[in-house]
């Protein structure tokens, strides 16, 4: 991997921060300074407005457009894509002194400093700005979103000129004439607008948005409408080194309901508007006191590494502002709330990735990412359908639940969207014991998969059962037979499907014993590619065939390979983009022994090119538990500073948000060795030799569980809740508030 | 393969007839009637307008428009489609009584008739209009393309009325106006016109097609300009009984050269006008003395079969038709001249089907359509960089020589385009002995051919060379590696470019030792999948593991499965659409043993369904071989009759051209047991059972060689020319202008 940091920002362990500003690298800020709250995420852009290199954006949670792309059309073949819709602008502000507007990218200024505070979520950001005829005013920008009233979002303006006193012009709005950037378009009609009140509905599929604001002015507001835009303007007589405070409060309301009554979606906004506004400093008050209750449950805590430290606290700010279960039918997009790459699609990045740092720190978050699926069911069945097979396909990638890869070399061969909810029930269940949720929903998706899995696989001619044209997780072998990660996923999926209905006795209610009898057989005479002489698994039947290519030689500047290689030479050698055997190995760790790992990491390690962001950390977690610390490391590296240091050059797009969920992971587990996949929760710390200790908290049946671990011991206890029975160290132990501490 | 005639038209051994007009089969009457020329193509369409279906559809060979799809946008994928487009109704006419315009599809009318004579191409259609107010008129639509002058075409239509005397009104025209039905588009611009000529500039490439016409009536030419139109009106007074006849001759110039100046291309084709206008009896005569020396030396008689000859004879002249080596770089595409599907592009059917025809009846002509792949050799060479590959690649599908084919998993993975250019250098050196092509062209494209196999082909981990991620011509096997058809074929393109270039000395000129030796390693080591016990070549590594289909229990309506099976689908069972191990025993025939044959037959052939309208002549080829000649029979009945009897139903699309020089080979492969794979060519007839003899006629090494066939007895002599080698039934034999029999 030659991926290099391009490091800025300065480091603190809860901040980021920029000091001066960054123009060439300005839309990479405005990921990184991205806020969110789950219901909707805003891009750390200027509020002023910028004429330089800028992604306005704004992006609720499940509001979507959708677009028909031209192409094959054979059946099976999605031509529709769902996207997540650029919305509204409600920072919208223009200042101009004596007929100057300010625009950071040809105006004059100095002391530019931008800082998000993890501890609050506010943004702030501040510079004094000199006008052509040498008027200075310094400005300072605050933003907010509510984590409590999720709709309430806060602007706060402070206006202070320092050599004169005269007129400074503020117009500040509410714009739904952004643009889609990725189809360069606008997607809203506003039907509906009153004095500084606007309904927006997007043009396909009808989502509603009503936004209004109330502005905090001493100065008179002179009320401003334009197409698809309603503002103020406020001429502020401002003083010489004295302050002037302007503050907006919007409400942001949809029921994400297309087929909402207008009138309804307007008068349910304003009642909102009407019933939540806050001043800025209250709303400051309640975010400090949301994510202070956070950090004591979900800290992660480094000790001797503060690039780490802030790297960590980023990526779990960046997780739970993206998601925290508190929308319906909400999931977690690729670039989370941060930018239109990706679409907003969900993937299967969600179970596999996203949801144990939720499993452990919130499991009702946990369980509403598994309820989407559930939700979703009707769509993944009709997909199925669309593929002629029974049961519930679960999309590739997705906002409504319907399939939006429009690709169909992933949307009809790969299935490890679908084995991966089954996959989500199993751990859910095992880490929660959450039998009522099995016994309803958990039994449907599982009947359902498994019917979808036995009618995509097929007989081979000796009597054993796989999957024939698919491709795996690892998106460099295309279209093969018998990828060892979907035969395994299938098979575990079908042994849990069978004792979940034998022991909840539910197999009469819902299928016949043929039924269950077929994937009993189909489970036993599942082909996994296996060599028990050298330990390994095969990819797919015939890997072990492909001509090789020794990736280390490939030059620099061929990556992205699928940008400079033909696009089908990717597709025929033994090297591959992310892990596939490693990645089952991973995910059911305790089903295979550490021989077997060694043998398996060695083999497929040097074959793998990390061209997804999701490889490094599954081989830095498998490289912890087989005892190569630094290699473990070296991984891990990139996992929590990828986008601060924006490693793949691409975070102006927006920031990783699945791939970050791995760092956490990558602590916990990796690092940690925190193994769920038994039937007790275990751990087997080890400590990168460069750190002095580290500590973190998980949520584990109602208790939490504090670990801290140092160069020579690791401490275990619980902070809060009842005891609980865990494997420390490899010995059982039932853990209450005393710490116990062995020597490492 | 539960395929049905849709019989409609009247048997003859000389015409097809439609007596009575069916309506129903419009569009298929027009693909069965089209008239060409190699120069144009004009569908059976009707002269006078018709609003039922119709496709009013004039094609010249390489005459092509240009279209940039959406979609994918990797390395190496093409979204570039050229397509022949749609060009001019030179034979636009509408006739008038009494303010009623006539048309078919909503006047009254009776004794419709229609009739193409292959021995003149003329094409005939006769009926009686009886107007609202009852007055009746007989109308005779003649047409014809001149096979002496390629850009002359005439029509004629002569008009009696049968029970009053009165005016007739025609308006007589060329239409550029008419769109190219896929993309419902008019593709041209007229920027010059005058009185009967009108100059037609393609949108975007910028095809310079002039049309001019000259009218031959006693009546006044009142002329009429209109858009991207010129014609005039004829306000005919005709006299009951008595016959007024009108005649039209039209020049079609183009010099197929969109970078010549407009003047230019206005000037040459008012000369090609001016040059050459002729009556239409005139012309009618030169057809005959044509077709007649044509047939002398090409036809196919069958007695016995009054069906089959027809079909034979209608194959035989749609061939002569569409192609004759008349053009600078034309070439045969999938629908001849006769419609837009496949869009006008030539596939490998040219190389491996229609050929052999060539070779066999005017070897010049079949040098042509090599040459074409030479000329486009620089347009292959740019194909295989855009693969990352050495050399030359073929494309898929072509008007121009460059990928026309937007699906990458053909384009991209599809290489018996390649191997099937060399094949052909290979079939015709062999057959006509031309030492000083092999040489020049021969040599060269061998060379580039190598390049590109030698670059896209890799080694595996144990040291054989191989094809990785490939298409064989069965395209129901998408993504495999090792596919027997692509190695066997590389393996013998290598083997002969060696051959040639070590016999030529043209080695050490062109090629490094190096390389000539990496070829011939690739060769050597080049991986044949094959079982020596059950003597089965296997279709691609892992094919014989592949989950089985019982094809015979697919619903007669699940066909065609593109239409009606999950794209996916088809994919990852062993069904195969077409010959794929059986073609390669097909085209190198003599190199694999009796045995061989039979085994590879008795296997694939269950597991073919035939899609592809190229299948079934090579199965019935090989089964005569095998000696089931019922089995023979059956799959040839389809062949001379595909499109006259719909069987595929969708002639009326445009025929299937390249499908039905299968016909020819039918016969003389087939029946006539002709090999021209070896050495020596070589016949071994047998005949279908309920035939009474056929006989044919094959140009070789300058002679006519004439094989009669009876039930009990072959008989072989020149008709023309030197005496030739053959091998007749076993014996070699020196031929000469004595009959000889031999008893079967």
């Not at 530019?112 to 702030?124: A, N, S």
């Not at 028990?532 to 290519?549: I, M, N």
């Not at 908290?697 to 109602?702: E, F, H, K, L, S």
Request: aromatic residues 12%; contains cysteine; proline residues 3%.
């Amino acid at each position: 991997m030659a991926k290099t940091a391009d490091k800025y920002l300065c480091v603190d362990p809860w901040k980021i921060i920029e000091d001066g500003f960054h123009p060439q690298r300005s839309q990479v800020s405005e990921s990184l300074f991205s806020l969110a709250n789950e219901h909707q995420g805003v891009r750390g852009y200027f509020d002023e407005g910028y004429s330089g290199e800028s992604l306005t954006g704004v992006y609720l949670n499940g509001i979507y457009e959708e677009r028909f792309t031209e192409g094959m059309s054979y059946k099976g073949i999605s031509n529709r894509l769902a996207f997540m819709v650029n919305t509204v602008d409600w920072l919208y502000t223009r200042i101009e002194v004596d007929e100057e507007i300010l625009d950071l990218a040809k105006s004059k200024f100095s002391n530019f400093r931008r800082e998000l505070d993890f501890r609050t979520g506010e943004l702030q950001r501040e510079f004094v700005w000199e006008t052509a005829s040498g008027k200075k005013i310094q400005l300072i920008f605050l933003r907010l979103l509510s984590m409590e009233t999720k709709e309430l979002a806060c602007q706060q303006i402070r206006v202070t000129p320092l050599n004169f006193s005269g007129k400074v012009t503020l117009t500040m709005g509410i714009d739904f004439s952004i643009q889609h950037r990725m189809f360069a378009e606008n997607f809203w009609d506003c039907p509906r607008t009153a004095d500084r009140a606007i309904l927006g509905v997007s043009k396909n599929i009808g989502h509603r948005l009503f936004v209004g604001m109330k502005i905090y002015s001493e100065t008179e507001q002179i009320s401003i409408e334009a197409d698809k835009f309603v503002g103020v303007r406020l001429d502020v007589d401002t003083v010489e080194d004295q302050e002037t405070v302007i503050g907006k409060c919007v409400a942001l309301h949809t029921d994400r309901n297309p087929a909402q009554a207008l009138d309804d979606a307007w008068e349910r906004g304003m009642s909102q508007l009407q019933a939540s506004p806050k001043k800025y400093e209250d709303v400051l008050k309640e975010n400090q006191v949301y994510w202070g209750n956070f950090w004591a449950k979900s800290d992660i805590k480094i000790d001797g590494d503060a690039d780490t430290q802030q790297g960590i606290r980023f990526c779990i700010f960046q997780m739970q502002q993206t998601y925290r279960g508190v929308i319906d039918g909400a999931n977690i997009g690729a670039k989370g709330l941060t930018g239109e790459a990706y679409n907003g699609n969900a993937f299967w990045d969600t179970e596999t990735y996203c949801l144990p740092f939720y499993l452990f720190s919130n499991p009702t978050a946990a369980k509403a990412l598994i309820d989407y699926r559930y939700k979703t069911l009707p769509q993944a069945m009709e997909r199925a359908k669309d593929l002629d097979c029974d049961g519930a396909c679960y999309p590739v990638a997705t906002i409504d639940g319907t399939e939006s890869c429009t690709l169909w070399q992933h949307a009809s061969l790969q299935f490890q969207p679908t084995t991966a909810v089954a996959y989500a029930v199993w751990h859910y269940a095992n880490v929660t014991g959450d039998k009522a949720f099995l016994q309803l929903e958990g039994a449907e998706l599982l009947i359902q998969i498994c019917r979808f899995l036995a009618s995509r696989g097929q007989w081979s001619p000796n009597g054993k059962f796989g999957y024939y044209a698919v491709m795996g997780p690892d998106e460099f072998q295309m279209m093969v037979n018998n990828n060892a990660y979907t035969n395994y996923m299938a098979k575990r999926t079908f042994e849990f499907a069978l004792n979940v209905l034998d022991e909840m006795n539910l197999s009469t209610r819902d299928c016949s014993p043929a039924e269950l009898d077929s994937w009993r057989r189909m489970s036993t005479e599942m082909i996994i590619p296996y060599d028990s002489k050298t330990k390994l698994y095969e990819q797919h039947t015939g890997f072990f065939d492909l001509p090789h290519v020794d990736v280390d030689a490939i030059p620099v500047e061929d990556f992205p390979l699928y940008h400079h290689w033909s696009y089908d030479r990717i597709y025929r050698n033994d090297m591959i983009k992310q892990p596939d055997v490693l990645m089952f190995m991973f995910l059911y760790n305790q089903s295979f022994s550490l021989e077997e790992k060694q043998a398996n990491y060695d083999y497929y390690e040097p074959r793998c090119i990390h061209e997804s962001s999701l490889s490094p950390s599954v081989h830095s977690i498998l490289a912890s538990e087989l005892g190569r610390h630094q290699e473990a490391f070296d991984f891990f590296r990139f996992a929590t500073r990828i986008d601060l240091d924006n490693y793949n050059r691409n975070t102006g797009e927006g920031i990783h948000t699945t791939s970050i969920a791995a760092a956490w992971m990558n602590i916990v587990y990796g690092f940690g060795g925190m193994r769920s996949d038994g039937n007790v929760l275990s751990f087997k710390p080890s400590i990168p030799s460069h750190w002095n200790g580290y500590s973190f908290q998980v949520t584990y049946q109602g208790s939490v569980l504090r670990l801290e671990v140092e160069q020579s011991r690791a401490t275990i206890r619980v902070t809060d809740g009842e005891p609980v029975s865990v494997k420390f160290c490899g010995q059982l132990m039932n853990v209450n508030r005393d710490s116990v501490s062995i020597e490492m």
